[in-house]
């Protein structure tokens, strides 16, 4: 059964600390997002790539959060230092672009990030 | 910076009766999707429909697209309460050699027994 796999569910953590969030995409699958939801301002695009290589991170706040693809099977999103304002769920989708050019994706269950 | 705003924003209808939410969006696209989440949940791949297609089935779903009105709409019908949920609908954009995908605001559905 193939799904999405991020960690940790569940991240509870005092400002001003570094938080990582990891990500496993589904095998094989050649495209990756960060969405972060909130009540206030709903899903938002953080970053996106294909075949590992960035495409668009600008809806990232760039002086706190980078992200990167280490490998195929790793993407990993990264606050350094966080804040109150940060707290949120963070979503991580993994999709196959292909000669259609037409992506479904798949999402896990999502990162809840309290900052303290 | 949401791409797409769904109206009504909460639906709350009887078992057996239809669901209708609307899509509206601001620059070109090249497919349509509609996504579910449950609450706490992750989001779940519902349909998706191309900038050339109208209209598409899936079981209880109907989507429909309009590209010149730039909306989309999704009907479920005979709802269910376990239709209860968010639907969120999703533009993609190829850009940059990607499928850029937005969401927009969201309907909360509500069918109740």
């Known amino acids: 059964d193939a799904r999405v796999t991020q960690t940790p569910r569940h991240k509870v953590t005092e400002m001003g600390q570094e938080v990582t969030m990891r990500c496993q995409p589904i095998?094989?699958?050649?495209?990756v997002f960060w969405y972060r939801q909130t009540m206030m301002q709903g899903l938002e695009l953080l970053a996106y790539?294909?075949?590992?290589?960035?495409?668009?991170d600008s809806g990232m706040p760039k002086d706190r959060f980078s992200a990167e693809m280490p490998d195929a099977t790793l993407a990993t999103l990264k606050i350094q230092p966080s804040e109150p304002r940060d707290s949120a769920v963070y979503f991580c989708?993994?999709?196959?672009?292909?000669?259609?050019?037409?992506?479904?994706?798949?999402f896990g269950q999502g990162t809840r990030l309290t900052v303290v | 910076s949401q791409q797409g705003e769904e109206d009504p924003q909460a639906l709350s209808i009887q078992e057996g009766e239809n669901a209708t939410m609307n899509c509206s969006y601001k620059?070109?696209?090249?497919?349509l999707q509609w996504y579910r989440q449950n609450s706490g949940r992750g989001l779940v791949h519902l349909i998706l429909?191309?900038?050339?297609?109208r209209e598409k089935h899936s079981g209880r779903l109907r989507v429909t697209l309009d590209t010149s009105k730039k909306s989309s709409s999704l009907l479920i019908t005979a709802s269910r309460a376990a239709d209860t949920a968010s639907y969120f609908c999703?533009?993609?954009?190829?850009?940059?050699?990607?499928?850029?995908?937005?969401f927009g605001t969201g309907t909360q559905l509500k069918v109740e027994l």
């Open positions: 620059t070109s696209i090249n497919n």
């Open positions: 999703a533009t993609g954009r190829l850009t940059g050699g990607g499928n850029k995908l937005t």
């Open positions: 790539f294909r075949n590992r290589a960035p495409l668009d």
């Open positions: 429909i191309r900038s050339n297609e």
């Open positions: 989708a993994s999709g196959l672009l292909g000669q259609g050019m037409n992506t479904e994706a798949f």
């Open positions: 095998l094989g699958h050649n495209t």
